[in-house]
């Protein structure tokens, strides 16, 4: 790790310096504060898939390191960019590199991306919902939709109120829940 400030030595401490020994050591440390990855924070004022914001920090170049948070005013619907104080506009991405997904981003999330300067890019920090929603959804429909499922599952006909049960071999209907009696409000709720 890179140290961004060592002091000098002078002035010595209990030892009362002269203005220009002071005004150097502050001077190096300005300096160590100057060198830290710059963090911002603004409301996003894009359009769809383009976010803009302009921060208040002092942001005169995309440095690597540099974290932008944003809260945004709409959602994404697929690959996305961000533009920080008229710099020009720059690909957000996932970890991995790939392009946003829809709903990657949605109205009113706090977004933080840090820019990479070897790829040029803002990188997405923490999971992307829309990419853990496609999941789900994608291993849903595939077990719904499988053959050896829709196979095992009992005709649906006079059957409604009643729930699927399995004996880990077959399903059938039943009014009973693993332990539990199907509470039917026709008896009073016994």
Do not use: C
């Amino acid at each position: 790790m890179t140290a961004l400030y060592t002091a000098t030595g002078a002035p010595v401490a209990q030892v009362r310096g002269t203005s220009a020994s002071v005004r150097n050591e502050f001077l190096l440390i300005q300096a160590g504060f100057a060198a830290l990855p710059a963090s911002a924070y603004a409301a996003d004022t894009g359009a769809a898939n383009a976010y803009a914001v302009a921060v208040s920090s002092v942001i005169t170049a995309y440095v690597d390191g540099l974290q932008v948070i944003l809260k945004a005013s709409h959602a994404n619907t697929g690959a996305s960019t961000v533009n920080v104080n008229g710099l020009g506009a720059i690909a957000i991405v996932h970890q991995d590199g790939t392009a946003l997904q829809v709903n990657d981003i949605y109205v009113n999330q706090f977004v933080v991306a840090i820019y990479n300067a070897t790829t040029n890019q803002f990188v997405l920090a923490g999971s992307a919902m829309g990419q853990i929603l496609a999941d789900i959804t994608a291993q849903v429909s595939a077990a719904v939709t499988a053959a050896a499922f829709q196979a095992a599952l009992p005709a649906q006909a006079g059957n409604a109120g009643l729930f699927v049960t399995t004996n880990g071999a077959n399903a059938s209907w039943s009014s009973v829940i693993g332990n539990s009696l199907y509470l039917n409000s026709n008896f009073g709720g016994y």
